[in-house]
């Protein structure tokens, strides 16, 4: 392991100290808006829209339901391992989103106003280059699989293009 990989997985550790950790035995949710995410709990396969694998995914729940780990391995070429935390706000009644990478040239990610709306759970960014702003959401589909999918705008929303679309397929 590089010694990126090794601050990014000292930071993980400190926050999950910090927060109590993801545990088996979790409490129950101290609000029941925490519940809202836990259908991303579990371990997954990631793909491309043409099927090759991108990423394992596993998503672990806090003690009190209200926060969730994350962590991504990469498996396709030049994707990198990620190590995330979401953690509802009872106070804003929404989720925020922060991952980073380990591994060289360390990416951070950090993402607001997480919120269900239907079968999509959506984030907003606007941590980009000046004049851009994104956002991602994954979409439950009736298949049991989730769609993520990442879009950019350069004109303050009026339009989006999509950055990328993933699939993910719970293992077995």
Not at 34 to 42: K, W
Not at 77 to 83: A, L, N, Q, S
Not at 112 to 119: L, S
Request: aromatic letters at 14%.
């Amino acid at each position: 392991m590089s010694f990126t990989g090794v601050l990014g997985l000292t930071a993980l550790a400190a926050a999950v100290t910090l927060f109590g950790g993801p545990s088996a035995g979790a409490q129950p949710s101290a609000d029941p808006a925490c519940a809202d995410a836990h259908f991303l709990v579990g371990e997954w396969d990631v793909t491309a829209g043409d099927g090759s694998p991108i990423s394992s995914v596993v998503f672990e729940k806090g003690d009190d339901g209200c926060y969730l780990v994350e962590t991504w391995k990469g498996i396709s070429e030049g994707m990198p391992d990620f190590f995330c935390m979401m953690a509802y706000n009872p106070k804003k009644g929404d989720w925020g989103y922060f991952s980073a990478s380990a591994n060289p040239g360390g990416l951070r990610q950090r993402f607001e106003d997480g919120a269900i709306i239907g079968n999509e759970f959506r984030f907003t960014t606007r941590e980009l280059d000046e004049g851009k702003s994104g956002r991602f959401s994954y979409f439950k589909l009736p298949d049991g699989r989730l769609r993520e999918v990442s879009v950019l705008s350069t004109d303050n929303g009026k339009t989006w293009e999509t950055e990328y679309e993933f699939f993910w397929q719970r293992k077995k």
